[in-house]
């Protein structure tokens, strides 16, 4: 199972292998020894790709579940204050994962000498089950009710431009003026021709015209900053130039409310120590963190 798994998260054969310091051909011979154990096709082999059948990603589910209740046992028989051990994986929007995921990465690796992470930084929600990922970062509201959620704070969604633009083409009086300026938008994430501004029952959905389309964020806001026009971003993703003056929010009195963020994981009674220390910890830096109050 856990071969099976390995190569599974690591879509190859090789790469299982050096991750389990065993040879190529042991970890296809035990994948092979499992299927015809079982009489079903696990993985799909061609010459240039490796993929989960159907009922490889059944099994794949199952054996997730088994191997964490086998290391709480041995948790458990090691005593609770066993030092955490293995490979644990996460997923979070990419600046903010790279902002403040990072960070408590680097401290629990610190912490824990015996574990190694896996980050996968991705600006679109990510299933924690297919991608056979063990903690994940959300920002919104999360209707998937089978994960577990810890709310650690929130943003909101402004929009934003520089002080120079701002000076030369007037600030906006009405989200319908906003199709009178220049207008910068990214397609990281869900991106959508309308920006939804105001509360409930005053929502406002305006549709927009970009003259500038980035496929990131940190594009976007640069071109903001550097006096191009007006983007829209998440509070935390331009707290330093807000501060510093180099950017200005724009009709505030539309901010829509305020975005939860929660740190999510799978829905496991026991959830292994490697887990549990790593949302400790990070839940307590963000809670901490005046940007994401």
């Not at 879509?11 to 970890?27: D, E, I, K, Q, Y």
Request: proline share 6%; hydrophobic share 45%; with cysteine.
């Amino acid at each position: 199972m856990r071969v099976f798994v390995a190569v599974a998260d690591d879509a190859g054969f090789a790469a299982a292998a050096r991750r389990l310091g065993m040879s190529a051909p042991a970890v296809t011979r035990a994948v092979a020894s499992l299927e015809d154990e079982l009489g079903v096709k696990l993985i799909k082999r061609t010459t240039r790709h490796l993929r989960v059948t159907e009922a490889g990603f059944r099994y794949l589910h199952d054996a997730r579940r088994i191997l964490d209740e086998v290391s709480a046992a041995d948790e458990a028989a090691a005593g609770l204050d066993a030092s955490p051990r293995g490979r644990l994986a996460i997923t979070a929007p990419v600046m903010f994962g790279r902002m403040f995921v990072l960070p408590g990465v680097v401290d629990y690796l610190r912490r824990y000498p015996q574990m190694q992470v896996d980050t996968l930084f991705l600006d679109r929600v990510v299933s924690l089950l297919e991608e056979g990922l063990d903690v994940g970062i959300r920002i919104g509201e999360i209707p998937d009710s089978s994960m577990r959620a810890i709310k650690v704070g929130q943003v909101r969604m402004l929009l934003v431009a520089a002080p120079d633009y701002l000076d030369q083409h007037g600030n906006p009086g009405s989200p319908e003026e906003l199709s009178q300026h220049c207008l910068i938008a990214s397609r990281a994430g869900n991106f959508s021709s309308h920006w939804r501004l105001g509360h409930r029952g005053d929502e406002r959905h305006i549709r927009i015209t970009p003259r500038l389309t980035t496929t990131t964020n940190d594009a976007a806001i640069s071109a903001a900053t550097q006096g191009l026009g007006i983007t829209r971003a998440i509070s935390y993703q331009v707290g330093a130039e807000l501060a510093a003056g180099a950017l200005q929010p724009v009709l505030t009195s539309y901010t829509p409310a305020p975005l939860p963020i929660h740190i999510v994981h799978r829905d496991d009674r026991n959830p292994p120590a490697k887990v549990r220390a790593f949302i400790d910890l990070l839940a307590q830096r963000l809670k901490s963190d005046p940007a994401l109050q």
